[in-house]
């Protein structure tokens, strides 16, 4: 399979010259085509930063990323952005969606920068609105929808340009156990239907035994690896559930 | 979907946000327009006819103004695009390059500015009208003002403005080009940065700004600012500037850490919460509440001089010009002419009339400590009068009389215009005046503050022995002048009008080449006094005005933009327990220091300034700075409660 990210020697610091906080100390990740990964760990692992530094968004103190065999440390702004609009879909905690546009715009937000064809984009938006649920409140504003069905949006947003890698930093926080469900139940879709590559970040083992692979993460490093191969979700749960709580020495509350 | 159609969604769904600056961008449109308009005026430049030394000073003024302008749209512009980081950030992640975003916000940027240039020469069309009628209303000049559309004026406006806009959109462009993407996803969780107060930065600040008092209120009596006046303002205002910035920039914390010290005090719930967001707030506010209370400070400076100019002139002008009419007299049949006029008209009888001589007396001023201005204007001579003459004009003037003085004395009168005089000023001192008889050296007595004369530039008056004049006489120039008092001289313009023709009609006598101006009247040198003080209370009034709602709408942008961010924190309040009614008092609290204190650190500073400049010009500021602070008070009392109303609603809702 082909390799969609793959990141190594990943170092990140924050902080003045004074005062140096390492918060990733030597990260090495690698993702494949059509994989749905999680990554786990308790606060201040340095899941987040490792997620915008993948995305574009933040650049590592040194290491190297090539998504899609593209080495995307060093490239300059205009690049970065063709890049970002070609290759990269992101969802966050708090949806990001303009309220000044109806669900529909922005979906296709993406394609009006890629500047794509009237008819292909409204075929996709309708296709993809139908595949997530929320075909029908297609013509709302933002503030006329639930939380669930506005990080649906979101999710059909990342996946309207067909980008290689969608980019997900704690998708459910903000969603009840239902509206999760059904979001996550979305990213199985669109990972098995469209092949999309997900990586997700979240500290909820709920919607990590959703992926096929979670990483975790523990003081900036990699700490272990659980694949979920043939096995179903329960099982799976209950893995993350046990490695969580060695990770947190007890203290990590999952329930 | 292109982005156009973004574009203008996104204006159509923020029409709110983008009101506040497209009203930013009017407003300083309308001031710079209404005020260039006054310029163009066509009737308000005939009103000035003889007095086009104002033309310079509206150029000026419009030439600050339009720094102002770049001032304040470059800000609003800043303070707009910075509130749009999120909308920004989510097209930069969707892929919008910054190219294409900061092209996109240009355009939106020359649409609204386009907008706003348009509404704002339309309402500065009827500002404009309103504000000549307020002009000649206190130039005192009665016209009925047309409203008339300006072509000079739109073109200048629109020159200044595009060219303003233009820099202020490329700005906006570059700005776009400096946001990190990063930040959009850090700015929730933000970490303030503590600091620690330093007493030296507080002694210091305290220091800098004691020492300009200190400088400014001792400059009446000191050697180095009598020589350097404007160098030593330049420096003091430089160091009140400096000083003021630390004491809010550096020192503020250090005030407030030492309230926060007072535990008991301290612990008080509106205090607690107050003070600890006021550290944060002054120090990251300290350059702007700089610049609010320098612009509150000057603007109250020049509008308390300028209003104080015009109250002391028209209030002292009987001083400087003491007769209704001075006319000197020319031939028999004008004098009976002007006679018959005077006494002819009824509704102002004449209250006194007299006819006199004196002598233009070429003389040396060389001895006198201070020589007076009028003894160079009038070709280094002097107007001498005899103590018989005085004597006679001191009775119907309501002055002491003067006892007889020896042939070698003179007393000397004068009374400057603008400045302070001494009493005892070249008393003991010697003059030598020159006759057909030689030089004649006399010794000032005494020193009168006052004029004799109603003309505008009041000739150094000398008063002899009644002997001594006679001697005099031979071989100079005798001048005869008529001084006439009415009742209600004030209102004396019809009668004045009637006079100048009779004057006008008549030729100057050759051998008053030397004299001063033929024809002299209260009610012109008044109008005169009107008019240019009349000029200057209405620009710096204007400019007080534009500076008042500049500074107030930079803190109440301000004050909203940290309320919408401190959203969360005021709902967690509420949350815990604090009754909305408490909330508000808390945010008035805070928006009531950042109102309160650039406004006292400038009246504080006007009021140095002008008492400094009240020692050293001998003018009374007392009342008219009074009234100006009032108002100005009054006027910010309205901004504070607007501003915590808006935010009110904003995090209370």
């Known amino acids: ?20 906080i390492p918060v990733l100390e030597g990260v090495d990740v690698t993702v494949h085509e059509g994989e749905f990964v999680g990554i786990m760990g308790p606060s201040g692992a340095g899941k987040t930063t490792l997620l915008n530094i993948i995305a574009t968004i933040d650049q590592p103190t040194s290491g190297s ?96 340009h067909n980008p290689k890698l969608v980019l997900a930093d704690e998708p459910t926080g903000a969603l009840d156990s239902k509206a999760s469900m059904d979001l996550l139940t979305a990213f199985q879709m669109m990972n098995r239907e469209y092949r999309t590559t997900i990586l997700m970040v979240t500290h909820d083992a709920f919607a990590a035994s959703f992926c096929d692979r979670v990483i975790f993460m523990k003081d900036g490093r990699l700490f272990t690896e659980l694949v979920k191969g043939d096995k179903d979700r329960k099982w799976f749960f209950d893995q993350l559930v046990t490695t969580l709580s060695s990770l947190g020495g007890g203290r990590y509350d999952v329930i | 979907m292109t982005l156009y159609d973004v574009v203008l969604k996104n204006l159509k769904h923020n029409i709110g946000k983008y009101a506040i600056y497209i009203a930013s961008l009017v407003f300083s449109v309308l001031i710079y327009f209404t005020f260039v308009s006054l310029q163009y005026n066509e009737q308000i430049s005939e009103a000035f006819g003889r007095d086009d030394k104002m033309g310079p000073l509206l150029s000026v003024v419009s030439v600050l103004l339009a720094v102002f302008m770049i001032v304040f749209v470059w800000y609003s512009n800043a303070f707009f695009i910075t509130n749009r980081k999120q909308e920004i950030g989510l097209y930069s992640l969707v892929g919008g390059t910054k190219k294409e975003i900061g092209r996109m916000l240009f355009y939106e940027n020359v649409c609204l500015c386009l907008l706003a240039l348009g509404i704002g020469i339309g309402l500065g069309q009827l500002f404009s009208t309103f504000f000549s009628m307020i002009l000649l209303k206190v130039m005192g000049i009665s016209l009925v003002v047309h409203f008339s559309i300006n072509l000079g004026a739109v073109v200048q406006t629109a020159f200044v403005f595009g060219a303003i806009m233009l820099i202020a959109s490329l700005h906006g462009y570059l700005l776009v080009y400096r946001f990190r993407l990063i930040e959009l996803f850090q700015a929730k969780h933000r970490v303030q940065t503590q600091w620690k107060p330093s007493y030296l930065l507080a002694v210091l600040a305290l220091g800098l700004i004691g020492a300009a008092y200190w400088s400014l209120l001792h400059a009446y009596n000191s050697e180095s600012w009598s020589k350097h006046f404007g160098r030593n303002m330049t420096l003091a205002l430089i160091v009140l500037v400096a000083g003021s910035y630390l004491l809010f920039h550096t020192s503020s914390s250090f005030f407030v850490e030492l309230w926060q010290r007072r535990k008991k005090a301290y612990y008080r719930w509106k205090n607690l919460l107050t003070l600890t967001q006021l550290k944060s707030r002054l120090k990251s506010n300290g350059l702007l509440l700089t610049v609010v209370s320098v612009l509150n400070g000057m603007t109250l400076v020049a509008f308390g001089f300028a209003y104080t100019m015009y109250f002391n002139t028209m ?33 102002h009888p004449v209250l006194f009339d007299e006819t006199f001589d004196y002598l233009m007396v070429p003389g040396t001023a060389e001895g006198l400590d201070t020589v007076p201005g009028g003894y160079f204007y009038y070709e280094e001579s002097f107007a001498v009068l005899p103590v018989s003459t005085y004597n006679l004009l001191a009775e119907q003037l309501g002055r002491n009389e003067m006892n007889p003085i020896d042939a070698g004395e003179t007393v000397m009168l004068g009374r400057n215009f603008i400045g302070s005089q001494h009493e005892e000023e070249n008393v003991g001192r010697t003059v030598e005046l020159t006759g057909e008889e030689g030089e004649f050296s006399f010794r000032v007595v005494e020193n009168r503050i006052e004029s004799l004369f109603s003309y505008d530039v009041q000739p150094s008056v000398l008063i002899v022995d009644n002997g001594m004049y006679e001697r005099l006489i031979k071989g100079n120039a005798v001048m005869t002048t008529r001084v006439v008092t009415v009742d209600n001289q004030l209102e004396a313009e019809a009668l004045t009008e009637d006079l100048r023709t009779v004057i006008a009609s008549g030729e100057p006598k050759e051998d008053y080449q030397r004299a001063p101006k033929v024809f002299y009247s209260f009610t012109d040198s008044y109008q005169t006094a009107q008019s240019i003080y009349g000029l200057l209370v209405f620009v710096f009034g204007f400019m007080g005005l534009v500076f008042l709602i500049a500074t107030g709408s930079v803190i109440y942008f301000k004050t909203l933009t940290e309320a919408a961010e401190d959203r969360r924190r005021y709902e967690i309040l509420r949350k815990i327990g604090l009754s909305r009614r408490k909330v508000k008092q808390v945010i008035a609290r805070q928006t009531y220091l950042l109102f309160l204190l650039p406004l006292l650190v400038g009246i504080a500073h006007s009021c140095v300034i002008l008492g400094s400049l009240s020692k050293v010009m001998d003018i009374q500021f007392i009342y008219p700075v009074s009234i100006c602070i009032a108002v100005y008070t009054c006027l910010y009392w309205v901004y504070y409660k607007m501003t915590v109303a808006t935010a009110n609603k904003l995090v209370n809702p």
Do not use: C, W
């Open chain 1, 65 to 160: 990323i090539r998504i899609d065999g593209t080495e995307i440390t060093g490239m300059r702004d205009e690049p970065l952005s063709e890049f970002r609009r070609s290759n990269l879909g992101f969802i966050f905690q708090d949806y990001n969606l303009l309220d000044s546009l109806t669900i529909r715009e922005n979906i296709m937000l993406p394609l009006a920068f890629a500047n794509q064809s009237y008819v292909t984009t409204d075929l996709k938006v309708n296709e993809i609105a139908e595949k997530l649920g929320i075909a029908p409140i297609l013509e709302r504003y933002p503030f006329e929808t639930s939380g669930g069905q506005k990080q649906r949006t979101a999710a059909a947003r990342a996946i309207i």
């Open chain 1, 1 to 20: 399979m082909e390799i969609v990210v793959e990141a190594k020697g990943i170092h990140k610091v924050f902080g003045t010259k004074t005062n140096l």
């Open chain 2, 315 to 347: 209030q002292t002008l009987d001083d400087h010009v003491p007769y209704s009419y001075q006319l000197d007299v020319q031939s028999v049949e004008m004098n009976d002419e002007i006679t018959k006029v005077l006494y002819e008209n009824k509704e």
